[in-house]
């Protein structure tokens, strides 16, 4: 049995990742030379954090505002566990510092995914934008419809799945033959 457990509670536990994903909404604006209006890293309620900025028809800057949060969430993941697991797995030393890190990192990974208003923007734009045969548009399709299926699947957990994946089963995979 799938126990749901609320929004807020997962936010406050997870509360950095929700922090980085704002961010990388933020650098992509910055980045794109798209005004931001109002930033709210983290907060009690729904949505927990979000950045609200200057509509823009580039959609290159669409993209990178949209998939942002995907890429720095899932490389900061990443960054955070590898190290941490380095001790676990080598060594067989579990300290808090691991610990701390590994937490970190899976917080940041659960937060990964864009929300399914970013995933709506891109759909959109991606239409305007594939008319005239832009690349990154066409690509962008299979990405809106998996932005879609995980939200869908984050009721069974899909997000947290996601983040011990990128956040332990990738770093162990790679030390595996260490």
């Known amino acids: ?19 980085v994903h704002e ?6 604006c910055r980045l794109r030379n798209v005004a931001v209006f109002d930033v709210c890293f983290f907060r009690f309620g729904n949505p927990a954090g979000y950045v ?6 580039n959609f290159t800057s669409v ?10 969430n899932s490389l900061l993941c990443l960054i955070f566990c590898f190290p941490a697991l380095v001790p676990v797995r080598i060594f067989d ?44 548009a066409i690509l962008s399709f299979p990405l809106v419809v998996l932005i879609y299926v995980a939200h869908l699947l984050s009721f069974f957990w899909f997000d947290a799945i996601y983040g011990f994946a990128i956040g ?9 033959n260490v």
Request: aromatic share 8%; hydrophobic share 60%; no cysteine.
């Open 168 to 176: 332990l089963g990738l770093p162990l995979l790679i030390l595996k």
């Open 93 to 136: 030393h579990v300290d808090v510092l691991s610990m701390i890190l590994i937490w970190l990192g899976i917080s940041i990974g659960m937060h990964a995914f864009p929300s399914t208003q970013d995933a709506q923007v891109l759909w959109n734009q991606a239409k305007r934008a594939a008319r005239n045969f832009n690349p990154l």
């Open 23 to 28: 961010a990388a909404h933020m650098l992509a």
């Open 1 to 19: 049995m799938i126990v749901p457990i609320p929004g807020e509670a997962i936010a406050l536990l997870t509360f950095p990742g929700v922090i």
């Open 63 to 72: 993209f990178m505002i949209a998939v942002g949060p995907f890429l720095l």
């Open 52 to 57: 609200i900025h200057e509509p823009t028809e």
